[in-house]
Structure formats: C-alpha cells, structure tokens
C-alpha cells in the first residue's frame, strides 16, 4: 500500500504574447530511468501561504519573473494528482494561474538544489506543437487546460516581463 504525503501547490499557465506557454523539462532524481516530462512553473505552498501568494513566489524563483499579486488573479484550474518525487509519494492539490506577458527572458538562477538535480531546461511551447510532439507533459491534459483558460480570460499583452 503506497502512503502519501499531502501537499498543496500553485502552477502557472505562463503564456507569452504569440500563445506559447512556458514549461520546464525534468525528471525524478531518485528515478531517473522513468524518463523525462514537461511541466509548468510552480510548486508547493509554504505554511501560512495562500495559493497566489506562492504562485507569484515560485513564478520568481524559477524564471525570475517578479510580478503583483493582482498578476494572478483567480485559478483557472484545480485538480489532484499523485506522483513519486525524489523518493516520496504526493497526493498534490493543486491550482493553475494564468498570467499573460510580452515575453520574458527566463532566469532560473533562483532554482533550489533539487530543482537544479532535476531540472535540465526550459522551452516556450506553442500548444499545437506541444500535442504533436509525442512528449510527455504533465498535467496530462495540459492543452485542454490551457485552451480553457485562454477562452475565457481575455485581457491584452503588455511589454517584457509585464502582466497583461
């Protein structure tokens, strides 16, 4: 019987002003021969932490992208995934935010030491090339997700780096 450890986690739907999103490649340290998948910016809330709080926190340590609060506005996808990572076993809760730029050149200088043993790079993803691709990504209904959160927030690209 697999035990899970809870955790509750912000991710971002980073969407630049050409429609592409912004995922990280990674694998899981402790088992790196199960491969390699993308995934959005994001991770897991610290104690006392509201969900924007953490996506704007986790937004700026891993792609040095420092936006307001109101940048993030209200989820635009939740749902509950489990997953091994670096030996434990999560049962995560998680919210997607969507937040729209110009462009923005990443920084991952702000990684922890896990995040740079598991992560390898990064890559801007328009989504119809993201589904033909054959890669693995996760949340795997990624394209879904995103095509909702675009249909329904409408709001105009602002400058480098700048929320919309």
């Not at 307001?68 to 076993?89: C, I, K, L, N, Y």
């Not at 990684?111 to 691709?133: K, M, N, Q, T, Y």
Request: proline residues 10%.
């Amino acid at each position: 019987m697999t035990t899970y450890t809870p955790r509750r986690a912000a991710r971002v739907l980073l969407v630049d002003a050409t429609g592409r999103v912004l995922l990280f490649n990674g694998c899981d340290p402790a088992r790196p021969e199960h491969g390699q998948w993308w995934f959005t910016p994001g991770g897991g809330l610290d104690p006392g932490e509201t969900y924007p709080e953490c996506a704007a926190r986790e937004l700026a340590e891993e792609t040095g992208l420092r936006l307001p609060m109101s940048a993030f506005g209200a989820p635009v996808h939740r749902d509950v995934t489990e997953f091994p990572f670096d030996g434990v076993w999560y049962r995560q809760e998680q919210e997607f935010f969507l937040v729209r730029v110009a462009g923005h050149e990443v920084d991952t200088a702000g990684f922890s030491e896990i995040e740079r043993s598991s992560v390898d790079g990064h890559r801007w993803w328009p989504p119809d090339e993201l589904v033909a691709s054959g890669e693995r990504y996760y949340p795997p209904d990624l394209p879904a997700v995103l095509a909702r959160a675009l249909a329904t927030t409408v709001a105009p690209t602002a400058g480098e780096g700048a929320p919309c």
